[in-house]
């Protein structure tokens, strides 16, 4: 339960904010995700970075703005946001991002549940 | 792009019943099929997943199989417990091997 970690849990922000989630993983993994979960669209992927690479970008707006300064920590930055962005930001890991026996097994956080007024 | 068709979106079912869920995938690259099961409040946990050099796999009360040739898979709960109240999302990997791709999700109702 405590492999990956994510802060804040809960966030209330205005349109007008600049506010960073931060996750980190303690399993030693090379690839880190970031989701969107919401009751209209459960687990939509957003980011994907490899050894602190970016490698998946799914057609999110510019005012979601990750950043991966090592492998073992994922930032999403958020500013501007609308109401619709309000949802269960979900962050995972896995061993790595393709390939082998166990190296796709994604191991999720908590998540961080934002409010947007 | 992949995509992952999941049904059905509820599931109610009665303690010691069995329990069925299936997905569709679009790409007949994906080679890997997980299952995550979260519960109110939680984090997505994964259950049990397949690779797509086996057919069936199954872990106690779970099991999963695979037709590629279809492109579907199905997770079954047997002997079902109010423990097993969840949503369950299945995933496929995508073309790339970089990421999965989530179905919408079932939410399984055991009542006792």
């Known amino acids: 339960e405590t492999g990956v970690t994510q802060t804040p849990r809960h966030l209330v922000m205005g349109m007008t904010n600049k506010k960073s989630l931060k996750c980190e993983q303690h399993?030693?993994?090379?690839?880190m995700y970031w989701y969107k979960q919401s009751a209209k669209k459960p687990l939509e992927l957003m980011f994907v970075?490899?050894?602190?690479?970016?490698?998946e970008n799914n057609s999110v707006p510019s005012r979601f703005s990750p950043e991966c300064p090592n492998s073992s920590h994922l930032f999403l930055h958020l500013h501007t946001l609308q109401p619709e962005d309000s949802a269960l930001y979900l962050c995972?890991?896995?061993?790595?991002?393709?390939?082998?026996?166990?190296?796709?097994?994604?191991?999720f956080g908590p998540g961080t549940r934002l409010l947007v007024l | 792009g992949e995509n992952v068709e999941q049904h059905p979106s509820t599931l109610s079912v009665q303690e010691g019943d069995s329990a069925v869920i299936k997905c569709t995938y679009s790409?007949?690259?994906?080679?890997?099929f997980p299952w995550y099961k979260q519960e109110l409040g939680k984090r997505p946990q994964l259950i049990i997943d397949?690779?797509?050099?086996?057919g069936e796999k199954k872990d106690q009360r779970i099991a999963v199989t695979l037709n590629k040739t279809a492109k579907h898979f199905s997770l079954h709960i047997t002997e079902t417990q109010p423990e097993d109240s969840a949503v369950y999302f299945c995933?496929?990997?995508?073309?790339?091997?970089?990421?999965?791709?989530f179905g919408k999700g079932t939410t399984l109702s055991v009542s006792s």
């Open positions: 995972a890991s896995s061993q790595d991002v393709a390939g082998g026996a166990v190296g796709q097994t994604q191991y």
């Open positions: 399993l030693g993994h090379n690839a």
């Open positions: 970075y490899s050894l602190e690479e970016r490698v």
């Open positions: 790409d007949s690259a994906s080679n890997y």
């Open positions: 397949i690779r797509s050099n086996v």
């Open positions: 995933a496929a990997s995508t073309q790339a091997g970089t990421a999965l791709i």
